[in-house]
């Protein structure tokens, strides 16, 4: 019986020594691929953590290893394939504080890839979840950020001023929904006055030919069918003034969003070379 004893308990600290020694080279393993990334050697750390996942038969680092790899992934501005490794932490989280920090990077790579939408989707939902209120600032930050993303400055704007968030952000918020023009409003101004949508947008002189052009062809219409030349009436009328007066409207639409665009390029390149807050 004693010899029986004596064979388990061997059997059971050959099982202990087996585990702490393999533990010990999967932290020598996860130390590597962290040198490797604080070195901003992300390639080689990726490699050394998809090694570790492989021999981590029991998942011990496997959060770890996939929220590095997405960094990693992030870092080279492979934000697919990091928004898939932060997906696969999510999923394997063992508490709260490590499902935020998954989430959050997903919303945070999926503003920098460009998908405003679904990262405001993914705030909303942890914005109603009671796991996440300590949170609730920090999340807020990135909507604002989300809404900036969106060219919605006013909104981003309004955020960042009730709850008391970067001063910085506020201030280029307000100077951006200030010079933000309105596609819509340039096209009605067009409709109701030719050239108006131009002059809004601060396009003078093509507000001036639009002007010129749709007055032009307008009179020559009106004197060709005063002066019974219906064909010649129905020709300026249908093939030239329709033809000027629908362009303007376009083209008063086309320059609200060409100034925007460079508005949202300004912005961003600023905040991308100067600003030394949180980003995503």
């Known amino acids: 019986m004693y ?61 770890s290893s996939n929220m590095m790899i997405g960094d990693c992934y992030k870092k080279g501005a492979k934000y697919n394939e990091a928004v898939n490794y932060y997906t696969m932490a999510d999923i394997v989280a063992s508490n709260s504080s490590d499902v935020y920090k998954a989430k959050i990077s997903i919303v945070r790579t999926n503003i920098l890839r460009d998908q405003p939408g679904m990262a405001l989707m993914q705030l909303e939902r942890m914005d109603r979840d009671p796991a996440f209120t300590p949170h609730l600032k920090d999340i807020t930050y990135w909507k604002g ?40 409003k340039a096209k009605l101004l067009s409709v109701f006055i030719p050239g108006a949508g131009q002059f809004y947008t601060g396009n003078y002189v093509s507000g001036v030919l639009s002007l010129a052009w749709n007055v032009l062809c307008g009179y020559y219409t009106i004197n060709a069918f005063n002066s019974s030349r219906v064909f010649d009436g129905l020709v300026i009328g249908n093939l030239l003034w329709l033809r000027f007066y629908s362009g303007n409207i376009s083209n008063a639409e086309e320059y609200a969003i060409e100034k925007n665009n460079l508005l949202y390029n300004i912005v961003f390149t600023y905040l991308e070379q100067e600003y030394t807050g949180l980003k995503p």
């Not at 989300?146 to 955020?159: D, S, Y």
């Open 3 to 63: 010899k029986g004893i004596i064979k388990t308990a061997c059997y059971f600290f050959l099982l202990l020594s087996n585990y702490s020694v393999c533990q010990s080279y999967l932290q020598d393993q996860f130390d590597l691929a962290d040198s490797l990334y604080k070195n901003e050697k992300y390639f080689d750390c990726i490699t050394e953590l998809k090694r570790l996942k492989y021999f981590d038969s029991t998942k011990a680092f496997s959060y």
């Open 145 to 184: 950020w989300t809404f900036m993303r969106m060219g919605e400055w006013q909104k981003a704007n309004i955020v960042f001023i009730n709850y008391k968030l970067d001063t910085a952000l506020i201030n280029i918020t307000a100077m951006a929904k200030d010079k933000k023009y309105f596609p819509v």
